[in-house]
């Protein structure tokens, strides 16, 4: 079995800053891409930013120059690093690994969620 635990949620004053990191463990043949996406109530699923294992990444226009994805490939970890936040950017984030894991022996990719962890930007 496969799971991504997500930390580093909470409260934050506007212009401030917060991280969050995500551990993939368990049975894990290979981790493709990582990425973190968001939530807001009444809203879609947002992506946000995404890591490929060769290191590419890609951030939506609402996060670009505020928000930076890293990686820990020996530890199957991904971060996200945000600075200058905005009362809109309060949502539930979660983490989301392509990776490739195996059953019975068998080989097979497939996307991996975290369970999701709640940042409200307020003062």
């Not at 949620?9 to 401030?16: F, I, K, N, R, Y």
């Not at 990425?35 to 699923?45: C, E, L, M, S, V």
């Not at 590419?56 to 690093?81: H, Q, W």
């Not at 019975?104 to 930007?121: A, H, L």
């Amino acid at each position: 079995q496969v799971q991504l635990v997500e930390s580093g949620g909470g409260l934050v004053q506007p212009g401030g800053s917060l991280s969050l990191s995500c551990a993939a463990s368990g049975s894990i043949f290979s981790i493709y891409a990582m990425g973190w996406y968001r939530q807001a109530p009444g809203k879609q699923r947002e992506l946000l930013a995404t890591m490929s294992s060769d290191g590419n990444t890609k951030y939506a226009d609402s996060v670009k120059g505020r928000f930076s994805i890293f990686r820990d490939n020996a530890k199957n970890t991904v971060y996200l690093e945000m600075n200058s936040l905005k009362p809109e950017d309060t949502a539930v984030y979660y983490c989301n690994a392509d990776l490739e894991t195996y059953y019975s022996g068998t080989p097979f990719r497939r996307d991996y969620w975290g369970q999701g962890t709640q940042v409200t930007v307020s003062s």
